[in-house]
Structure formats: C-alpha cells, structure tokens
C-alpha cells in the first residue's frame, strides 16, 4: 500500500534522516550495529512517523472532537489520537531505552531526540 501524502512528508523530511543517523551512529558507537538492531532503529522511525500524524490530528482536530451517529445523537468525545499518542511514545522510549540509546546533546534548542 502506497504511503500517505502526509506520510511521505514525515518520511522525506530532514528531521527523520536526522534522527535515523543521530540512532544508527550511536548504536556504531556501542557495538551494536547487526541487522536485528537496524530493523529496530526502523520500527522506532515508522513509530515517529505515526507520533508525527497523531499530532496533525490532534492540532487539527482538537483533544475533544464532535460527533453525531447514526441514530441522532450529537454530542463531544475524546479524540482518540490523544491516547494513542501517549501509547506510541511509550514503545518508543521502551524501544530507545532497549536499544541502549540516549537523546543526543543539543546546543539547548531542545531538538534532539
């Protein structure tokens, strides 16, 4: 199945090279660099590729969104991509921590892993 226009936006963007390498060069650097730990460091990115479109919707969408079923009812719920969201950056902080992998230094612009 083909990936998403927004999908491909994530995929394409320097932010994911940036990361997968700032992952792949740290597992370099403590010996773990076999394919079983390659796969994973690709998991972890399909997994902020999905955090990235949890937040779209949320940003678009609201934490509260307004429904109407079938039968006439109306009213506001929960946007499930808040929940989900929480779910995804538990795996993959457990996959990072997994991993052996620490969030890089930053110059204090707050933008590493």
Known sequence: ??????????????????I??????????NGTIEKFYTNLVDDYMDMWVTKCLL???IQQ?????KYENGGGQKGTKKNDSVEQRIKVNVQMLKLLSELGIKPSQTDGDGDAL
């Open 1 to 18: 199945m083909a990936a998403s226009t927004k999908t491909r936006k994530y995929i394409n963007s320097d932010l994911f090279s940036e």
């Open 20 to 29: 997968r390498k700032d992952m792949l060069d740290q597992l370099e650097r």
């Open 55 to 57: 937040v779209d919707d």
């Open 61 to 65: 969408r609201g934490i509260n969104i």
